[in-house]
Every structure is written in structure tokens, then in C-alpha cells.
């Protein structure tokens, strides 16, 4: 497998999953930052600039997409992975349009390096264009 990347930023409001992801990517010599909420995330930036932000859809307050918009704002140039445990059609519509990969819970930990390896952070251009900004769910007539 190639190198890994040096920062990883991983947002969870669930304190276990924070824990084990951790543990994993620690394991596999990664620095590892770790967040309860989209705000703590975003408090964050500018700063030190992780290789990837793992973050949780479904938090407290700003959900996973609203933290792509901020971060979209902030010029913040870092790919998003979008992990859920909760996933429905729209969610996934909405990451797919706006090119942030989504991976349901529990995270199969081979299937995460694989997302985490340079070439993928390549694919999802991070010096290119600054995290997307996912489109707005459709309004209930």
C-alpha cells in the first residue's frame, strides 16, 4: 500500500467511534485530530491543514454537509470523506453531487487507508479547489 498522509482530522459526536478511529489510524503511524462537532471542526481553520477531514453526517447542530459548506467558505482546501450510520437516498444524492465520498458506519478499515492513500487524495483534488459545497436538500412542498 503507498504512504499514508501525515494529519488526519476525524469529526464524530459518538465517543467511541472518535476513540477506535483513533486507535486505527494511529496504528497505521498517522497523526490523528479528533472533533465532537462540526463547530469544534471549523474553529480549527486556518491551522495546521489535515490531508483528510473523516467527518460524521449526522451531529449535533451543523450536519456533515452544512460542515462542507463552511469549510467550503472558509477557502479551506482539505477532501472530505462523509461517513454515516444513517444513510438515505438523499444524503447520498447530495454528497454525490457535490463529489464528497460517503461510507456507511461501521468503517471497514482496509476500504479507509484505501481512501486515505495520496493517490486518492489526489482524485479528489484537494489542491484544486477548496471543499465542496453540497447542494441544498429539497424543500418539502
Request: with cysteine; proline share 13%; aromatic share 4%.
Amino acid at each position: 500500500m503507498p504512504a499514508l498522509p501525515d494529519l488526519i482530522y476525524v469529526v464524530d459526536d459518538d465517543a467511541a467511534v472518535l476513540h477506535s478511529t483513533r486507535f486505527l489510524l494511529e496504528s497505521e503511524g498517522l497523526r490523528v485530530e479528533t472533533f465532537a462537532d462540526g463547530p469544534e471542526l471549523l474553529a480549527a481553520f486556518p491551522g495546521p491543514s489535515p490531508a483528510f477531514v473523516l467527518l460524521d453526517h449526522v451531529l449535533p447542530g451543523l450536519d456533515g454537509l452544512e460542515v462542507c459548506t463552511r469549510l467550503h467558505d472558509l477557502d479551506a482546501r482539505v477532501p472530505v470523506v462523509l461517513i454515516t450510520g444513517h444513510p438515505n437516498p438523499a444524503i447520498r444524492a447530495r454528497a454525490r453531487a457535490a463529489g464528497i465520498p460517503l461510507v456507511d458506519k461501521p468503517l471497514a478499515f482496509d476500504a479507509l487507508l484505501g481512501l486515505l492513500a495520496p493517490d486518492a487524495a489526489r482524485d479528489t483534488a484537494r489542491d484544486a479547489a477548496p471543499a465542496p459545497r453540497p447542494a441544498p436538500l429539497p424543500q418539502p412542498a
